[in-house]
């Protein structure tokens, strides 16, 4: 048996979605905006178009239509 074993501490951290895309991906803030921007536009519409609804918290009414 080794005594030389190591612990490691694992403790929750905030996640910034910015750095993360830009380390991981590569992507720059101009890119990152544009993204955040298309997909609120793309939010919106669904949400004009009557294709998103707000999530209640009820699982059943979502699925059964009656949600929103």
């Given at each position: 048996?080794?005594?030389?074993?190591?612990?490691?501490?694992?403790?929750?951290?905030?996640?910034?979605?910015?750095?993360?895309?830009?380390?991981?991906?590569?992507?720059?803030?101009?890119?990152?905006?544009?993204?955040?921007k298309?997909?609120?536009?793309?939010?919106?519409?669904?949400?004009?178009?009557g294709?998103?609804?707000e999530?209640?918290?009820?699982?059943?009414?979502?699925?059964?239509?009656?949600?929103?």
């Amino acid at each position: 048996m080794s005594l030389d074993a190591k612990i490691a501490a694992f403790r929750p951290s905030p996640i910034d979605f910015a750095v993360c895309s830009m380390h991981e991906y590569g992507a720059t803030a101009a890119e990152l905006e544009q993204f955040e921007k298309r997909t609120h536009d793309q939010i919106e519409k669904g949400r004009k178009a009557g294709k998103l609804h707000e999530f209640t918290g009820n699982i059943e009414d979502c699925v059964t239509g009656k949600g929103h």
